[in-house]
């Protein structure tokens, strides 16, 4: 069992930058690859990026080169860097561990 918290969310006007933290209430090292989702009102929920033990990252297309993903498995902590924010990435943001935990999400709005 783990619980993973996600925090960092908030308003931000489009070409701002957020940086999302989930938070795992024990060490992360044993999960292969962990992951952040997105929803949007009315939209299908979304993976957004994935990173695994050996640090290789995968991004959804569109957020490729404006999003960061990173893990600190000393500090039981994944981070998403977001960069160059569009109206079009506001959401909730989630993050992931196989084979099922979820946070309860962080609300993101990109908006002027």
């Known amino acids: 069992q783990v619980q993973l918290v996600e925090s960092g969310g908030g308003l931000v006007q489009p070409g701002g930058s957020l940086r999302l933290t989930c938070a795992a209430s024990?060490?992360?090292?044993?999960?292969?690859?962990m992951r952040w989702y997105r929803r949007g009102t009315g939209k299908q929920r979304e993976l957004v990026a994935t990173?695994?033990?050996?640090?290789?990252?995968n991004y959804a297309d569109s957020v490729k080169g404006r999003f960061t993903i990173s893990r600190d498995n000393a500090k039981n902590t994944v981070y998403l860097q977001m960069n160059s924010l569009k109206p079009e990435d506001t959401a909730v943001y989630y993050c992931?561990?196989?084979?099922?935990?979820w946070g309860p999400g962080t609300q993101v709005t990109v908006s002027s």
């Open positions: 024990r060490s992360i090292f044993s999960f292969n690859v």
């Open positions: 990173i695994n033990k050996e640090g290789s990252t």
């Open positions: 992931s561990a196989a084979p099922d935990y």
